[in-house]
């Protein structure tokens, strides 16, 4: 999703580290359904992705003393 402007999320999918989210983008893009824009509340062309995502649970700092 580098360089392209979200206009909104939702979270389809949540279990631990994982999660399957649909993402809203403005513009057109391609892999994604474009959506035109008298169907959006942007006004503007939207592009919609679902994406597959890995967060880490826990994280932690390791300190050389």
Same mark, same amino acid.
């Given at each position: 999703?580098?360089? #392209?402007?979200?206009? %909104?999320?939702?979270?389809?999918? =949540?279990? %631990?580290?994982?999660?399957?989210? #649909? +993402?809203?983008?403005?513009? #057109?893009? /391609?892999? %994604? =359904?474009?959506?035109?824009p008298?169907?959006?509340?942007? %006004?503007?062309? &939207?592009?919609?992705?679902? &994406?597959?995502?890995? =967060? /880490?649970? =826990?994280?932690f700092? +390791?300190k050389?003393?």
């Amino acid at each position: 999703m580098a360089n #392209k402007e979200i206009l %909104g999320e939702q979270i389809l999918y =949540k279990q %631990g580290s994982f999660e399957r989210a #649909k +993402v809203w983008v403005r513009g #057109k893009h /391609p892999g %994604g =359904k474009i959506i035109s824009p008298d169907k959006t509340w942007s %006004g503007d062309w &939207e592009t919609e992705f679902e &994406e597959t995502r890995i =967060k /880490p649970i =826990k994280t932690f700092i +390791v300190k050389d003393e």
